[in-house]
Nanobody, 124 residues
Framework: QAQLVESGGGLVQAGGSLRLSCTAY????????MGWYRQPPGKEREFVAV????????YYADSVKGRFAISRDNAKNTAYLQMNSLKPEDTAVYYC?????????????????WGQGTQVTVSA
């Protein structure tokens, strides 16, 4: 059974950095695009970033462009989200997901598996 496990969340001051990890079990990791979404308190889940199966192509939400970087290591079945220059408005539960089509990576319905989420809190 496919499972995605996120880690790396925590509490950080504004301007700081965090790196999230998402490790996949029970699926052919290199066959999937991988994406990160987040759900701020009281709001709906929103797209953050996506990377294609080989790692050559990435796409970001405007709100994180230039501050966040998505990457992957297919040998380790792991995707990453490096978050720099964090702002209080980045506070959210962050989820990773797997998608069979990179072109659908910015849409919730494009994902077939999700992790349990990891909390990121940015203090002012």
């Amino acid at each position: 059974q496919a499972q995605l496990v996120e880690s790396g969340g925590g509490l950080v001051q504004a301007g700081g950095s965090l790196r999230l990890s998402c490790t996949a079990y029970g699926l052919r990791f290199r066959d999937y695009a991988m994406g990160w979404y987040r759900q701020p308190p009281g709001k709906e889940r929103e797209f953050v970033a996506v990377i294609n199966y080989g790692g050559e192509h990435t796409y970001y939400a405007d709100s994180v462009k230039g501050r966040f970087a998505i990457s992957r290591d297919n040998a380790k079945n792991t995707a990453y989200l490096q978050m720099n220059s964090l702002k209080p408005e980045d506070t959210a539960v962050y989820y990773c997901g797997s998608a069979q089509d990179y072109g659908l990576g910015a849409y919730l319905y494009g994902y077939n598996h999700w992790g349990q989420g990891t909390q990121v809190t940015v203090s002012a």
